[in-house]
């Protein structure tokens, strides 16, 4: 395992459609974290989980964004109904228990909402 | 809320001379300090850290120091190369929350020969 992957790595799509993104972390890694990037900024915190349980959710996460880790394993994040404002970099990143232990980020899916 | 503030750029300086990128942060808890580096088409990494007052963080070249009566984690390097042209991001954690990163805005440094 090289570190945490991120598909696809890039994503257009129509306002109103939905997409799905995949993280897959470090394998021993129990805990995952969903960022978002807009031009200009540094991250900012998504969504937080801990094996399988989704602990903490950003108020940024609207209503219609959703994520999942099934197993504790790999992630997935939808946005339902995209608009253009979604358009963002969503960043994963990993890391393991504990803390304040290093966060491997992914390399990214820059997504643009046409 | 807990924040982070980092100077803007972009910074740029030419090969071997000194750089310093100014942090200062806003945490109601005790936080760990990070620098993460983004590298141009690659993603985050991170470059050092500190976890309590006046530990100093160090990794190529680079190092910045926890200063708790400042509230600050600048990020210093005596000579900076090509190659160290990047984006850097200050960041902090909080035991509390997780250990979600809450990162400023990022400084963007050009190294030029």
């Known amino acids: 395992d090289t570190g945490v992957s991120q598909n696809p790595r890039h994503k257009i799509t129509k306002r109103g459609q939905n997409v799905t993104f995949r993280c897959d972390p470090i394998?021993?890694?129990?805990?995952l974290y969903w960022y978002r990037q807009t031009l200009g900024q540094g991250p900012e915190f998504l969504t937080y989980?801990?094996?399988?349980?989704?602990?903490?959710k950003s108020r940024l996460l609207s209503d219609r964004f959703s994520a999942e880790r099934p197993k504790g394993s790999f992630s997935t994040l939808e946005i339902q109904r995209t608009e253009q404002g979604d358009s963002a970099m969503y960043l994963c990143?990993?890391?393991?228990?504990?803390?304040?232990?290093?966060?491997?980020f992914g390399p990214g899916t820059r997504l643009t909402v046409l | 809320g807990d924040s982070v503030t980092q100077m803007e750029g972009p910074v740029t300086l030419s090969e071997e001379a000194f750089l310093t990128i100014n942090c200062t942060y806003t945490a109601t808890g005790y936080p760990s300090l990070f620098w993460y580096v983004q590298y141009p088409g690659e993603g985050l990494q991170l470059l050092l850290k500190?976890?309590?007052?006046?530990d100093k963080g160090s990794n190529k070249g680079f190092e910045a120091t926890y200063r708790k009566e400042t509230t600050s984690f600048h990020l210093e390097k005596g000579s900076v190369q090509v190659s160290d042209s990047a984006v850097y991001f200050c960041a902090l954690s909080v035991s509390g929350g997780y250990n979600k990163l809450i990162f400023g805005a990022g400084t963007r440094l050009a190294v030029h020969p």
């Open positions: 500190a976890t309590k007052a006046d």
């Open positions: 989980f801990q094996n399988e349980a989704q602990l903490e």
């Open positions: 394998s021993e890694h129990n805990r």
């Open positions: 990143a990993s890391s393991a228990a504990g803390g304040p232990y290093e966060q491997f």
